[in-house]
């Protein structure tokens, strides 16, 4: 098994970086590239932006974000957050992206995605999923968790599996923000049926959950938010933690 | 210095711009036979599938172009799919031909129990018996990690060109060769932090003491 990647998700209203619970309620605490910049220089392995109100109000104001961070960090980039046509894959991919990620578009129209496969590669495709539990299932929703879409969340995840993306990215809503932990049985629900790598999302606190997390999944990847926007712990801190507990990461 | 970036509309060639930039050399981007031919030094991108960069590559006349570089001796830096494009044939969505400058073929890593594919993620570099002393990889660190995405490898025919290998589950793969002046990696140094700047750098060098 690869090392696992720590991933640090930014989620984005207008140029500011904003956090909140269960994707509600987005507080302000900062500035995008600002934070981009900071985690890079500590090690972290990949950035993620996310465009949190996008799909919502039909704009896409990442690009300018993204041309600044991919000038200073010198890791991959994922885009997120409206994209809905070819040329906004296109426009986030020549500003230094290197994947974007897609939720509603690819829920409204899984030939989107098949499309994006085929004109830039899995390798820049990840398929966002969001998903809500109700008991013992979990299902997808779209708009930055605001709508419903009566879609199984492990049936979606094997939808995208098949129409070709390169990755998925699962966040949980119910534990996004509350820095209690990831919802461990929809991560193995779906890591047990897909084989393309999976980016848990929703509920560090600590480094302990990120330990949890990879102790009791299959997850390639974490993506982190409030744990490194809140300076709860540094980098380094949750790195060499995970190393002293047998988790394979780059120092 | 001129720096050729090969552009065939494929991948994210904005931060291989950066990153030459890092070391003060602006990266230009071409597909123009007569601008690639007067370069000093050509970086082929490429991510996405062998067969469709194939037919890119193809329709701009970029085949024939890179060839003719080729002859020139100058210094080239494949990376990823650029690098796979350089040998004779991919089996991505079907058989295609590929540039033919190096001997080998280009094959799908298998599903494997305990890995996921693409194969994604920071993987050490494990050094072959090849010198890295004037190569891209002088003074990077042997075990240093670099940044992988890919589901393909390429397999060369003359093992003596091979770098360094990186490893997917047992399978030894390679992840950076040289073959007089062409150099390639498999993983991205414009992604790869510092140690993949590194790369770059030695890169730069390499087509500055050409120059001399």
Redesign the interface.
């Known amino acids: 098994m690869n090392k696992i990647r720590i991933i640090a998700r930014i989620d984005i209203n207008n140029d500011s970086v904003v956090k909140g619970k269960c994707l509600e309620g987005l507080r302000k605490i900062g500035k995008p590239n600002e934070m981009s910049k900071k985690y890079y220089e500590e090690g972290i392995d990949e950035i993620i932006f996310l465009d949190a109100v996008a799909s919502l109000y039909d704009r896409n104001s990442l690009i300018n974000i993204i041309k600044q961070a991919a000038k200073e960090s010198f890791i991959p980039i994922t885009i997120g957050g409206g994209i809905k046509t070819i040329k906004d894959i296109r426009d986030a991919l020549s500003a230094g992206a290197d994947k974007v990620a897609i939720n509603t578009h690819a829920i409204k129209n899984i030939d989107f995605v098949k499309e994006a496969v085929e004109m830039f590669g899995s390798q820049a495709i990840v398929g966002s999923l969001v998903a809500r539990r109700h008991r013992y299932r979990w299902e997808a929703f779209i708009d930055n968790a605001k709508h419903r879409t009566n879609k199984d969340a492990v049936e979606w995840a094997l939808e995208l599996e098949k129409a070709g993306v390169g990755e998925i990215m699962i966040t949980s809503i119910d534990n996004d923000g509350r820095q209690k932990g990831f919802d461990i049985e929809l991560m193995n629900s779906i890591t047990r049926l897909v084989k393309v790598p999976i980016i848990a999302s929703g509920g560090a606190g600590s480094s302990n959950h990120i330990i949890d997390l990879f102790r009791n999944t299959n997850c390639d990847a974490v993506a982190i938010a409030s744990l490194l926007h809140y300076e709860i712990e540094n980098l380094k801190e949750i790195k060499n933690k995970l190393i002293s507990n047998d988790i394979d990461v780059r120092i | 210095m001129n720096i050729i970036i090969l552009d065939y509309g494929i ?5 291989i711009k ?2 030459l ?1 890092i070391f003060g050399i602006k990266g230009i981007l071409s597909s123009d036979r007569d601008d690639i031919l007067k370069a000093d030094g050509v970086i082929f991108p490429g ?3 062998f067969k ?1 960069a194939m037919m890119e590559l193809r329709s701009r006349g970029l085949d024939e172009t890179i060839k003719q570089y080729i002859k020139t001796k100058k210094p080239l830096l494949g990376i990823c799919l650029g690098m796979q494009l350089l040998f004779d044939s991919g089996e991505e969505f079907g058989k295609s031909k590929g540039l033919g400058i190096l001997q080998g073929n280009v094959w799908k890593l298998p ?1 494997l129990d ?10 050490p570099l494990i050094k072959s018996d090849i010198s890295w002393s004037n190569t891209v990889l002088d003074n990077v660190t042997i075990n240093e ?1 670099m ?1 992988f ?3 393909y490898v390429c397999n060369p025919l003359d093992k003596s060109i091979v770098l360094a290998n990186a490893k997917y589950g047992n399978i030894s793969f390679c992840a950076s060769l040289k073959y007089n002046n062409i150099y390639g990696c498999q993983f ?1 140094p ?5 140690a ?2 590194k790369v770059i750098e030695n890169f730069i060098n390499i087509v500055h003491q050409e120059q001399l």
């Open positions: 991948g994210n060639v904005q931060s950066n990153a930039k991510v996405g599938a469709k599903i305990d890995e996921k594919l693409p194969n994604i993620g920071w993987n990690n940044y995405i890919h589901s991205h414009e992604k790869s932090s510092t993949g700047l």
